[in-house]
């Protein structure tokens, strides 16, 4: 059965629709955009994670980048400016789940630095979880009313196939069981 809340917004922040299935067990999260209290966050989620179970999915605004390569524009920060995230993902022994579409999740335009595109928003997976749903992807969708995307977590597993184009190689007419073939069709 699909589940459902929504967060309305306050001001111009937030606003926040979750949908989700009783079938995969995922935390929504939005974390806090000052560093302190970030941290203090990241570790409360590390005290409670075990209580997960094996099989989780963690989502949501880390308001955070692993590094550099997670932004386009603006200044670049220091490197150690990325370890309490890194140090939080380890610590959960968390995986990327990656996305498609665009590698950004959050953007903005500041008058000194011109247009700044982040990935904030992410999902992260245990490693059962990933084994459980090996062919999981998140799909960046871009909205027209928001600074960020929508995050959509899917784990069906019907491959999509692509047509491919078809070939003639005319040596196959060299091939007398091709030729009667062709000829019959």
């Not at 967060?7 to 979750?18: A, N, R, Y």
């Not at 995230?85 to 630095?113: A, H, M, Q, S, V």
């Not at 960020?148 to 060299?174: N, P």
Request: with cysteine.
């Amino acid at each position: 059965m699909a589940n459902f809340q929504v967060v309305e917004l306050v001001g111009l922040s937030g606003g926040l629709c979750l949908l989700w299935s009783d079938a995969i067990q995922c935390i929504f999260l939005y974390l806090s955009t000052d560093r302190v209290t970030r941290r203090r966050q990241f570790d409360e989620l590390v005290t409670k994670y075990t209580k997960w179970g094996s099989s989780w999915t963690i989502a949501g605004d880390f308001n955070n980048i692993i590094d550099d390569t997670g932004k386009i524009g603006g200044r670049a920060r220091e490197s150690w400016s990325f370890n309490d995230f890194k140090i939080f993902i380890w610590k959960l022994n968390g995986i990327d789940l990656g996305y498609k579409g665009k590698p950004w999740t959050w953007w903005c335009y500041r008058k000194n630095e011109g247009v700044i595109q982040e990935r904030l928003d992410r999902t992260l997976g245990s490693p059962h979880w990933r084994a459980k749903f090996d062919n999981a992807n998140v799909i960046h969708v871009e909205t027209e009313a928001s600074d960020h995307v929508a995050l959509i977590i899917s784990t069906e597993t019907s491959l999509v196939r692509k047509k491919k184009r078809f070939y003639f190689d005319k040596r196959w007419c060299d091939k007398e069981e091709i030729t009667g073939m062709i000829q019959r069709a």
